[in-house]
């Protein structure tokens, strides 16, 4: 499901069957046919067209914010961690006072401040984000920093820096991912609500918020206007989300000891079959 998204993204210009901001007012409100697939909008503006553009803006804020929320929440963790006592303290105060504020809440208000464009939108998500990866990082962290090779690099001379990046990041590396991969569906979703609420990616971008704003418009007349970029955001969504459930089964080295056991007892069974006809 990410994969298609995926693609299409990158070869929307290739994929689409008119340019993005082609107007036919003529043609406005079309229903779906041969010639426009999923019908027009109000400016008679193909909407499989402009579903196919707008991936390309939600693929790049929910991976961008993703990135800034990650960098800043991993690092301000792993200091967390590492040092306890003071910065402990003063970081996890201000993670909680920033998880206390609803993330969209703070993205408007973020966004009103440094004006609604892409890069704007990433900056807010991202500033909105970091605190949910300082906290996981940071308990992560913490069962890491007392391991006997942590303690090793830390007896041989390593710097701070270097038992921080070398040797407590890879070992925590999986639920960062883990939610990073969650975070994607949950920042396209932030995305679209922006743009809904005309905060976000303004026109004449293609942007499956603002797509969804308009067709409210014209729901009696023409449905399809908001059905179809709704579709696109849930089938976006729901595949990162089950991208990041099977990214938490895979890491979890559990499941994978009791799948690589069931493995085992299975290669070293006989099989019925065999044992019957021999």
């Given amino acids: 499901m990410v994969g298609i998204v995926v693609v299409v993204a990158i070869f929307a210009p290739y994929l689409s069957p008119y ?18 697939l999923l019908g027009t909008d109000n400016f ?4 499989l067209t402009r579903i196919f553009w707008g991936s390309r803006v939600s693929l790049l804020v929910g991976f961008s ?5 990650g960098v800043i929440g991993t690092s301000l963790g792993l200091l967390a961690a590492y ?4 910065v402990d303290n003063v970081i996890m105060r201000i993670t909680d006072i920033v998880l206390s504020f609803p993330v969209i809440l703070l993205a408007l208000a ?8 892409v890069r704007d939108i990433i900056i807010s998500l991202g500033l909105g984000y970091w605190a949910s990866y300082a906290r996981l990082v940071r308990g992560a962290g ?3 920093r007392s391991e006997q090779y942590v303690e090793a690099a830390r007896a041989v001379g390593n710097g ?3 038992i921080m ?5 890879p070992n925590i590396l999986g639920p960062i991912l883990v939610m990073a991969t969650l975070g994607i569906g949950s920042a396209i979703v932030a995305e679209a609500s922006l743009s809904f609420l005309g905060l976000g990616v303004q026109p004449p971008t293609a942007s499956w918020g603002a797509m969804i704003a308009d067709g409210l418009r014209f729901f009696l007349q023409a449905q399809d206007l908001s059905t179809f970029p709704g579709l696109a955001i849930m089938w976006t969504v729901l595949g990162f989300n089950l991208l990041g459930d099977g990214l938490s089964d895979y890491l979890n080295p559990k499941i994978n000891r009791g799948r690589h056991g069931a493995l085992q007892d299975e290669e070293e069974s006989p099989d019925a079959s065999y044992v019957q006809a021999h």
Wanted: proline share 8%.
């Fill in 83 to 86: 040092f306890g006592g003071a």
């Fill in 142 to 144: 913490l069962e890491v």
């Fill in 110 to 117: 973020l966004v009103a401040v440094l004006g609604p464009s």
């Fill in 19 to 36: 340019p993005p901001d082609q107007m036919n007012i003529l043609n406005q409100l079309a229903a779906p046919s041969h010639r426009h």
């Fill in 44 to 47: 008679g503006r193909d909407i």
């Fill in 165 to 169: 990046l070398r040797y407590m990041l």
């Fill in 160 to 162: 701070h820096l270097r």
């Fill in 65 to 69: 914010s993703v990135a800034v929320a």
